[in-house]
Antibody
């Protein structure tokens, strides 16, 4: 069955960087785009970034431009989200989600999320 | 960037009711809209994609529709399991975005 497991969250100081991982299983990884979506405590969903199945196309939301980098390693069935210059506004649960296809549209399977808390 | 506004932000209804949630886009588009259901502490679950296509395993009491800038999610015959928060999302162009959510509560 399709599974996505996020890791790398935790408490991090403002101004520092963090790399989140999303390990996938149960499907042919290279055939699917993968998204990152975050949710601040008690708030709504915010789309963050996507990478295509072949890794050639990447996009990050305006609010994240320059601070968020998405990448993938097909040998490890893993997608990464690098976040730099963290602020308290980055405190959220970060979900990775599989797209329905190789190039992005909507997400059909989601991980359970990893919590990032930015605090001194 | 396309902005999505959902209405209402919250809604109280009873088991068996028919409810409709609206998602209004800041500019019109076709096809590229999905609806998700989220329960506390859980990830979202896709219900509807491409405006009106029911996702696998989703009960037929859920339906989606609309065109242009106005889209709807209708639940016909609310069940206890349906009380949750619902989000629309567009994937027309980048950046994708979600509506602010509609919390459906038991009356």
């Amino acid at each position: 069955q399709v599974q996505l497991v996020e890791s790398g969250g935790g408490v991090v100081q403002p101004g520092r960087s963090l790399r989140l991982s999303c390990e996938a299983s149960g499907f042919t990884f290279k055939d699917y785009a993968v998204h990152w979506v975050r949710q601040a405590p008690g708030k709504g969903l915010e789309w963050v970034a996507v990478i295509s199945g072949d890794g050639t196309y990447k996009y990050a939301a305006d609010s994240a431009t320059g601070r968020f980098t998405i990448s993938r390693d097909d040998s490890k069935n893993t997608v990464y989200l690098q976040v730099t210059r963290l602020t308290s506004e980055d405190t959220a649960v970060y979900y990775c989600a599989r797209d329905r296809g190789s190039y992005s549209s909507f997400a059909d399977y989601w991980g359970q999320g990893t919590l990032v808390t930015v605090s001194s | 960037a396309i902005q999505l506004t959902q209405s209402p932000s919250s809604l109280a209804a009873s088991v068996g009711d028919r409810v409709t949630i609206t998602c209004r886009a800041s500019q019109g588009f076709s096809f590229a809209l999905a609806w998700y259901q989220q329960k506390p502490g859980k990830p979202p679950k896709v219900l509807i994609y491409d405006v009106s296509t029911l996702a696998t395993g989703v009960p037929s009491r859920f339906s989606g529709g609309g065109s242009g800038a106005d889209f709807t999610l209708t639940i016909s015959g609310l069940q206890p399991d349906d009380f949750a928060t619902y989000y629309c999302q567009h994937y027309k162009n980048y950046p994708y975005s979600f509506g602010q959510g509609t919390k459906l509560e038991i009356k």
